[in-house]
């Protein structure tokens, strides 16, 4: 399995950013995926996650300026984050629900400046 996450870079409060997570390896399209984050000194955080049927849930701070969405012929995993905010900077890591665990790819680094 290989979970191979891109498309972090640093934007302007307001601006917005796509990430994108490149999967192989698995049947990735009956499994749960989704993205965590882990801002510098801090415990990583659920950010939002969209099941093989593609229901999405998100944690509060995101909803309404952040879409998952996921490609499952392509193996692609997608984070759309629109109105981003300084407190949205973090690593980001994309994950897959597989029936030992998740299993995480490496982050990809957004930088959101006031």
């Known amino acids: 399995v290989q979970l191979q996450a891109s498309g972090g870079g640093l934007v302007q409060a307001g601006g917005s950013l796509r990430l994108s997570c490149a999967a192989s390896?698995?049947?990735?399209?009956?499994?749960?995926m989704g993205w965590y984050r882990q801002a510098l000194g801090k415990q990583r955080e659920f950010v939002a996650m969209?099941?093989?049927?593609?229901?999405?849930t998100y944690r509060d701070s995101v909803k309404g300026r952040f879409t998952i969405s996921r490609d499952n012929i392509a193996n692609m995993l997608y984070l759309q984050m629109n109105r981003l905010k300084p407190e949205d900077t973090a690593v980001y890591y994309c994950?897959?629900?597989?029936?030992?665990?998740?299993?995480w790819g490496q982050g990809t680094l957004v930088t959101v400046s006031s």
């Open positions: 994950y897959v629900d597989l029936p030992l665990g998740n299993y």
């Open positions: 969209i099941s093989s049927s593609g229901t999405t």
């Open positions: 390896g698995s049947s990735f399209a009956i499994r749960t």
